[in-house]
């Protein structure tokens, strides 16, 4: 048996973690928990548990050896400290140092520092990612918080392999899918690194959930997609969901002068686009806008969602074969934007961060309405940490790549396509936010994000990581800076 230990975001204050044990017929106990070496009781915010009990039905039905998982909280921690935790699993001892987060960023202090990871498969680049992280970690500047902004795992691949209709093999298939990056395989060396916020996108799920999939024969009918649902938030729920509230509920975090808010917009989508959130969390939403833009402690916001809002619709064919845009959830859509408005209009900036797309950019966005034009948003996107195999496609760019490279022209990317333009405005928003300057960045990547409070505002410098097999041309870390403040 194997135990693994991680940390989780929290509010300042706590320290929470994720602790899971493969294979187990039945849950170990989680006991003798020390901060410091002094006694704790932790809260039990989810107690361990097997992934497919959280379903009922066949999911639930088995003896097998398997894994389990829980997430505990201890409170009353220092805002900002590093303190040694440790806690018996099973009779194992897992101990190690857990960074709480800072409840605030001082004048003149250390910067807040955040990894941002996205996008990774495991048969590609996975020894770059394994070498990279833990570099990071024991760097200058370790991390206080990684968010990992969607597609942790493909649970649809591979493409030509025979799924069967069936919850039972599909819940056995995805959890083996989950052990092989959680437990052993080059995705846990970042997991360990700074507590954590996770955020699905389609992969948790299939390519372009909830809608059919013209690759995915499990998911042409409502009661495959039913079972695979059901198979995919059991181990989405049990591996990467860090609270006990309903699956899709965000996260936030204030860190003054920035508030954090982590927003699920995938998991409680429709088919017939008329939502991305459950009604409740879109109040949420709102309420959390309303309350940073009144609080006079934030200048500035970030927003972590799944995919771009600087993205136009994409047509029914392309939605329908790769996936659909958040534009194309028009009203849902321009929910979001009403609530990033009313950050603008309260003279905050949002900083918005997002994966998916499988190639990086950093873009400013102004608000027209403001005299003069005046920067109200900024986007950075990290994608991907390891490219997924897309087969002939992959052969065909990688031939190419070689043929170039008889003539000199080296390219460390022959696999990833270049970044796409921003749109000119925001869609949706009747031309009010126009894209500005932008630059993009190629390859397999994660970023890191330095924000320290300057003046009125946070200064966030960022450095795009790339994560190749070896130096070589374009392996250089790029780097770049951008302000986030009151705008008068």
Not at 351 to 358: A, F, I, S
Request: hydrophobic residues 40%.
């Amino acid at each position: 048996m194997a135990a693994v230990c991680y940390p989780l975001a929290s509010p300042p204050g706590t320290i929470r973690l994720w602790i899971g044990v493969h294979p187990a017929t039945a849950a170990p106990p989680v006991t003798d928990w020390r901060l410091d070496g002094a006694a704790v009781a932790p809260a039990n915010v989810t107690a361990l548990r097997d992934m497919r009990a959280v379903r009922t039905g066949p999911l639930a039905a088995t003896t097998a050896a398997r894994v389990w998982s829980g997430v505990y909280e201890i409170a009353g921690v220092a805002p900002g400290t590093v303190p040694r935790v440790a806690v018996t699993v099973g009779g194992e001892v897992l101990e190690q140092r857990v960074r709480a987060l800072p409840d605030h960023l001082a004048l003149g202090g250390e910067p807040l520092t955040v990894l941002l990871v996205s996008c990774f498969h495991y048969t590609t680049g996975g020894g770059p990612y394994r070498r990279l992280l833990p570099e990071i970690a024991r760097g200058a500047h370790p991390p206080d918080l990684t968010i990992f902004m969607g597609d942790q795992v493909y649970l649809d691949l591979p493409t030509v392999a025979d799924f069967e209709d069936d919850a039972e093999w599909l819940a056995v298939k995805f959890e083996r899918d989950y052990v092989r990056n959680w437990f052993s395989g080059a995705f846990s060396a970042g997991l360990g690194v700074a507590p954590m916020a996770m955020l699905p996108d389609d992969h948790e799920y299939w390519n372009n959930y909830p809608h059919p999939s013209p690759f995915i024969q499990n998911s042409w009918a409502q009661t495959g997609r039913d079972r695979w649902e059901a198979a995919a938030r059991a181990c989405y729920e049990g591996f990467q969901h860090g609270s006990g509230d309903l699956l899709g509920s965000p996260l936030e975090l204030d860190i003054a002068p920035l508030s954090f808010l982590m927003l699920d917009s995938r998991t409680d989508r429709d088919r017939d686009m008329s939502r991305l959130l459950r009604p409740e969390v879109s109040t949420q939403l709102a309420d959390w806008a309303d309350r940073v833009a009144r609080d006079s402690r934030f200048v500035a916001a970030v927003v972590v969602t799944g995919q771009s809002l600087l993205e136009d619709e994409v047509s029914a064919v392309t939605g329908s074969i790769a996936d659909y845009a958040l534009a194309n959830y028009k009203k849902p859509y321009q929910a979001l934007l009403r609530a990033l408005g009313t950050l603008a209009v309260a003279g905050k900036q949002v900083l918005l961060l997002t994966g998916d797309v499988h190639w990086g950019r950093v873009t400013t966005v102004q608000d027209r309405q403001r005299v003069p034009e005046t920067t109200v948003f900024h986007e950075l996107i990290s994608s991907p940490a390891s490219l997924v195999e897309t087969i002939g496609a992959d052969q065909v760019a990688t031939a190419i790549g070689v043929v170039k490279g008889w003539f000199g022209a080296d390219d460390p990317w022959p696999r990833h396509g270049d970044a796409v333009a921003p749109p000119p405005h925001l869609p949706h928003a009747d031309q009010r936010f126009r894209t500005g300057p932008w630059r993009a960045h190629r390859g397999n990547q994660c970023a890191v994000l330095r924000m320290a409070r300057r003046g009125t505002g946070v200064s966030v410098e960022y450095t795009f990581h790339p994560l190749v097999t070896s130096a070589r041309s374009g392996a250089a870390p790029t780097t770049g800076r951008f302000d986030l403040g009151p705008v008068i």
